[in-house]
């Protein structure tokens, strides 16, 4: 039977629902130590997530091709790092700040949800590496 939920998401999971609590959390933050507890809060948060995607490329990469697949992974979050911001700031200019609040909760909500259908990727010595490629349904 397949596993729906590969094993590295499982207590990633939890963190991303905490992390849209979090991001949502901010228009309604009042005042310096309110602020700085949601800043740490989403660090922590972010702290957590940050090393689910290079177990994933680990777990779904053939070694021979490790170093072009984290560069391309590592790419791809720079260029987030890139359009996140934009796009925050366009849709906080145009709708207000809860908006892109509301609105970047929403993306995290979607990665939750892409998560909850993906397939297992940790490799076992049963199951040759071409059998389980990262695959969501």
């Known amino acids: 039977a397949e596993r729906r939920l590969f094993w590295q998401l499982v207590p990633v ?4 629902v905490a992390t849209v609590a979090v991001v949502a959390w901010f228009p309604w933050t009042r005042g310096f130590w309110l602020l700085l507890l949601d800043t740490a809060l989403l660090g922590a948060v972010l702290g957590y997530l940050a090393p689910a995607p290079a177990a994933i490329i680990a777990d ?3 070694s ?9 992974y590592r790419m791809a979050a720079d260029l987030g790092l890139l359009i996140g911001p934009v796009t925050f700031g366009y849709v ?11 609105f970047s909760a929403a ?5 939750w949800l ?4 993906t397939r297992e990727t ?13 695959v969501v349904s």
């Open 107 to 111: 993306l995290v909500a979607a990665v």
């Open 122 to 134: 940790l490799r076992s010595a049963a199951t040759p590496l071409a059998e389980r490629p990262l």
């Open 114 to 117: 892409l998560g909850t259908r």
């Open 60 to 62: 779904i990469t053939p």
């Open 13 to 16: 999971l939890p963190v991303l």
């Open 64 to 72: 021979a091709l490790s170093g072009q697949a984290m560069g391309v």
């Open 92 to 102: 906080a200019g145009g709708f207000g700040f809860t908006a892109g609040f509301e």
